[in-house]
């Protein structure tokens, strides 16, 4: 895969607080993450990350008084529009050299910077390097509009140039957008979403996540427990089983570990090995406690952070023959995480009518068809993994953003 040197261009960065200022850090991040050259440029902003460049450029600001000045009265300063505008395109073309394509986010359809805007339509029919417009807005969109835009020099932020790129970020966006241009067809790429720093998840848990692919999964039930026979695992791994014969990808996450000094329960980590082996769910029952990761790194019971896995999981998944109590309700109830278990006295007594039981008769098949008739109800199961599907920002990178920078270098 081709690493791209991309330039990132907004009126300003973080620690601005603002939506777009969130995207392009975004945007920079995950860029880095695949191993591309990134740098921000911004008008305001500060140096937030030694992570990637950032250079912070005064005559890109909405605020710069002289741009200001311009912009009060247009007709009159014709020249000093020109002037700046000038200067600005002999910045991007000595600064960008190095880069294969600039990314604007919202520059080319807002009214904060017009000597800005001119120099980017310049810099474009130049040919020195590919221009992609990012359009999360625009004034015409609003009545009024922020600022009076009947100058005809405003008119450059709804005009169509066939050597810019253009991408929205929504498809009521791209409607609007086609209107305002005058074209048919200008492509959709949504903002999006990391849940790794939105959890703020602990590394080992991010290594596993990336590794063993658990937000692929459309099922991912969590079991917190040790392994013990009470705990009644092998329910557990054939009710994977049974999920899987009826065409969904579920998978187990067992937080414990075996007790290396009781031979019982050596003897029961093994045949839950075995079992999972003949049911060909291996690579599906997940024992956080013996995960090495591919780097040979070990992830020992003590480093594994079980908040973690209630944040990524579907839900909480309790089969156990019998229980004094039973804390993973609690804590799954305090996460909002939805709970299936078996109907035994103590869980009965905590969960009353807010979770889901199954009988210890049932077989697993009747089970999984409760788990799907239950998880069939949950509005935010369904949103979940709608979005990781569509919104989760390295599903975007994959389907949609190295297809433009591929299509864009061509």
Not at 51 to 78: A, V
Not at 186 to 200: E, K, L, R, S, T
Not at 262 to 267: A, D, P, V
Request: glycine share 4%; net charge negative.
């Amino acid at each position: 895969m081709k690493q791209f040197k991309i330039a990132l261009l907004h009126y300003s960065c973080p620690p601005i607080v603002g939506g777009v200022e969130e995207i392009i850090r975004q945007h920079a991040s995950f860029f880095i993450r695949y191993h591309h050259r990134v740098k921000i440029f911004a008008g305001d902003g500060e140096l937030f990350t030694d992570k990637y460049d950032i250079e912070i450029n005064s005559l890109l600001s909405s605020h710069n008084p002289r741009i200001l000045q311009i912009h009060k009265n247009l007709t009159e300063r014709s020249h000093e529009l020109q002037a700046c505008s000038e200067e600005i395109f002999n910045y991007f073309v000595r600064v960008l050299e190095p880069y294969d394509v600039l990314i604007a986010h919202n520059v080319l359809t807002m009214p904060y910077n017009l000597p800005l805007t001119l120099s980017l339509h310049r810099l474009a029919n130049s040919g020195n390097i590919k221009v992609v417009s990012w359009n999360h807005d625009s004034p015409y969109f609003y009545t009024p509009p922020p600022i009076d835009l009947k100058r005809e020099q405003w008119n450059i932020l709804k005009m169509f140039n066939t050597n810019i790129y253009y991408i929205t970020i929504s498809e009521e966006r791209g409607k609007q957008f086609q209107n305002l241009y005058g074209i048919k067809g200008i492509d959709v790429i949504p903002d999006g979403i990391d849940p790794i720093p939105f959890f703020n998840l602990d590394p080992n848990t991010i290594k596993m996540i990336r590794e063993k692919h658990l937000l692929e999964a459309d099922l991912l039930m969590l079991q917190p427990c040790r392994l013990h026979p009470r705990k009644n695992i092998e329910l557990s791994i054939r009710v994977i089983k049974a999920l899987q014969d009826k065409g969904l990808y579920a998978r187990l996450l067992l937080t414990g570990a075996h007790d290396p000094h009781e031979k019982n329960s050596i003897e029961y980590y093994y045949e839950l090995k075995k079992l999972s082996e003949q049911l060909h769910v291996e690579s599906d029952i997940l024992i956080l406690a013996e995960y090495f990761s591919e780097g040979g790194k070990d992830l020992t019971g003590g480093t594994i952070v079980v908040r973690d896995f209630y944040l990524i999981a579907d839900l909480l998944f309790i089969p156990s023959l019998h229980e004094g109590f039973g804390i993973p309700l609690l804590e799954a109830g305090m996460l909002k995480v939805p709970i299936i278990c078996s109907d035994i006295p103590s869980f009965k007594e905590i969960g009353k009518e807010n979770v889901q039981y199954f009988s210890l008769t049932d077989s697993p098949d009747e089970i999984a068809d409760k788990i799907l008739a239950f998880i069939s109800k949950l509005n935010s199961h369904r949103m979940f993994h709608h979005i990781i599907q569509n919104y989760m920002w390295d599903n975007i990178y994959h389907k949609m953003l190295l297809p433009l920078l591929e299509k864009v270098s061509e």
